[in-house]
């Protein structure tokens, strides 16, 4: 057996070498937080393995979109799956600004002055609505006039990437790199309504079909195939539906707050995706409960010190 370590901390401790301790601390999430590290560490140096990154919209409303705009522009995954509230908040904060709240505020008050909660973000009219159909308006009619009337929702990100001239962006970097984003759920948040308002008059669509087509050509070729899963929802099950059909993920970890005992997907551990085959068998995983806007930077600044 091993032997549980006291944390020593001093002002020389890095974020990595804090977290190798969790990893000898045998203290609970931290431990798990410290495993899932080594694990992401592991399938992003597998030169076979093809890795996603999945994650809920909410994130993106904080300043958590800028530990996955550094994963997305230091290329460590191969494909995004997310929500359409991802593009609306992507979008929204490359041009305008959010703020800070408070969970107990008054929402009635809030509402009356224009201002939406998002937990304890405040997100102002006209810096979400107003602004995301400003911009998808023009975007949207420069595409009709350059002859692209059906996009994936892959061809639409990089599009959207393409014109969004703001490092702090999401969108932006993965269409530097060439990184595609998958959104499976695309009509369900601003940016897909204000699609839908343009296909009204236009003969524009989003073909959902051709995504699925690139994920199973990608998925069929992968020797191996790794995930970090944020949260659940569409972009969770999206990740974990596509690899059964290479014999499950070899490497995953989740991250959440969600309970399983209600058999929600969200709060579904990793070893019930092993009971259905979309998980391998002998995969290395961890699912870490945990909020993401925690975990994530220090995932991010621990995988910096080793990769």
Not at 49 to 76: Q, Y
Not at 92 to 101: L, N, P, Q
Not at 156 to 173: A, D, M, P, Q, V
Request: hydrophobic share 40%; with cysteine.
């Amino acid at each position: 057996m091993k032997i549980v370590k006291d944390f020593k901390i001093d002002k020389k401790t890095s974020v990595d070498e804090l977290v190798k301790q969790m990893s000898e601390s045998g203290g609970f999430t931290s431990k798990k937080l410290a495993v899932g590290i080594e694990i992401v560490e592991k399938m992003i140096k597998d030169k076979d393995s093809l890795n996603f990154l999945s994650f809920p919209a909410d994130i993106i409303a904080t300043g958590t979109r800028g530990v996955i705009k550094s994963l997305v522009e230091k290329k460590l995954f191969h494909i995004l799956i997310t929500t359409c509230g991802t593009l609306d908040h992507d979008l929204a904060r490359s041009f305008k600004d959010y703020f800070h709240g408070d969970f107990n505020m008054d929402d009635r008050d809030l509402h009356k002055k224009g201002i939406n909660r998002l937990g304890n973000v405040l997100v102002p009219n006209d810096s979400y609505g107003i602004i995301i159909e400003k911009k998808m308006r023009e975007i949207l009619d420069e595409l009709w006039k350059e002859g692209k009337k059906e996009l994936s929702t892959c061809e639409l990100c990089w599009e959207l990437g393409k014109r969004i001239e703001n490092k702090s962006s999401i969108l932006h970097w993965a269409y530097v790199n060439k990184i595609p984003i998958i959104v499976p759920g695309i009509t369900d948040g601003a940016v897909g309504y204000q699609i839908w308002m343009f296909s009204q008059d236009h003969d524009f669509k989003i073909n959902l079909l051709k995504d699925e087509q690139f994920l199973n050509d990608k998925v069929w070729k992968a020797k191996k195939s790794g995930a970090l899963i944020i949260g659940g929802g569409i972009s969770k099950h999206h990740v974990i539906w596509w690899n059964q059909f290479k014999d499950g993920l070899d490497y995953a970890v989740y991250i959440s707050t969600a309970v399983e005992y209600d058999g929600s997907l969200s709060g579904a551990k990793p070893h019930e995706a092993v009971s259905w085959g979309k998980i391998n068998e002998k995969a290395d995983f961890v699912s870490i409960e945990e909020d993401a806007t925690v975990a994530l930077p220090i995932i991010l600044a621990s995988l910096q010190e080793r990769i």
